[in-house]
């Protein structure tokens, strides 16, 4: 199976920036799309930025121009660097991918979330 754990959440001030890492392990085979997700209390679960095995990403609106999505396909590790951090942006924010696993002698399909981690901007 494929596990993603994520790192780097915590408490800072608004204007603030922080930097969360996802490192895939377990029976990967290939990844394609990496991303991050978040949600906030009472707020559905919402698309914050998706990279490609390409390197193509996409953005919510909400963030765009304050964080950047990047990824080290050696390491199997996703970044999610947020800067001008605001109060709205305070979240759990989730890691996903999705791919390939080794399956016996062949490969499956993935999609796998990672525990969460919880970012807090304060005013």
């Known amino acids: 199976q494929v596990q993603l754990v994520e790192s780097g959440g915590g408490l800072v001030q608004a204007g603030g920036s922080l930097r969360l890492s996802c490192a895939a392990s377990g029976s990967v085979f290939n990844i394609n799309a990496m991303g991050w997700y978040r949600q906030a209390p009472g707020k559905a679960r919402e698309l914050v930025a998706v990279i490609t095995s390409g390197g193509s990403t996409n953005y919510a609106d909400s963030v765009k121009d304050r964080f950047t999505i990047s990824r080290d396909n050696a390491k199997n590790t996703v970044y999610l660097q947020m800067n001008s951090l605001k109060p709205e942006d305070t979240a759990v924010y989730y890691c996903?991918?999705?791919?390939?696993?080794?399956?016996?002698?062949?490969?499956?399909?993935?999609?796998?979330w990672g525990q969460g981690t919880l970012v807090t901007v304060s005013l």
């Open positions: 996903n991918a999705d791919g390939f696993e080794y399956y016996g002698l062949s490969s499956a399909p993935f999609d796998a």
